[in-house]
Each structure stands twice: as structure tokens, then as C-alpha cells.
């Protein structure tokens, strides 16, 4: 994988981690009847945008990446040679 797309991914590993925590701590302040419960949905609600726009980031970099650099491209192991052409003379 590219530095870029790594970079991208990995990124977008801890913006969903933060989501989910975030995720978690809303449920326990619903379960404890906590007046912090709407605010953090609100975040929550908000960093769930983020997230997604992390996701596609990485899609969005590999695809860039992929324009600006090219697909290395080598014949597999199972590719078949072309047959030899013998001059006809």
C-alpha cells in the first residue's frame, strides 16, 4: 500500500475508533439518565460524517494515487506465452 493510502487509513482507523467511543459513552449516559447524553449524541452524530468522509478519503487517495503513478502491471505465474512466429522464408 502507498504512504498516502496508509496514511489515509490509517486516519480513518482512529477517526472510527473516537466514533465509537464516543458511541459507547452516549449509551452509558442514556442508561444513567445523564443530562450529557444529547450533547454527546449531537457529536457522535457529527463525528459519524467525519468518519465517513475518512472512509472515502482512502478511496479518494488510492484512486489519485493510482492516476498519478500508474498500476504496476507484470504477467502472473499462470500467464501463457505467445508462441514463437518463425519467419516464413
Known sequence: MPDP???????AVIIIALTLS??????LCTLAGSWLAFPMLLSTVA????ATWAVLDIWIT??????RN??????????RRRP???DPR
Open 47 to 50: 463525528s459519524t460524517v467525519v
Open 5 to 11: 493510502v496508509r496514511a489515509a487509513a490509517v486516519r
Open 62 to 67: 488510492r484512486q489519485a494515487w493510482r492516476q
Open 84 to 86: 514463437l512466429r518463425r
Open 22 to 27: 464516543q458511541l459507547v459513552v452516549v449509551l
Open 70 to 79: 500508474g498500476v504496476v502491471s507484470a504477467p502472473s505465474s499462470v500467464a
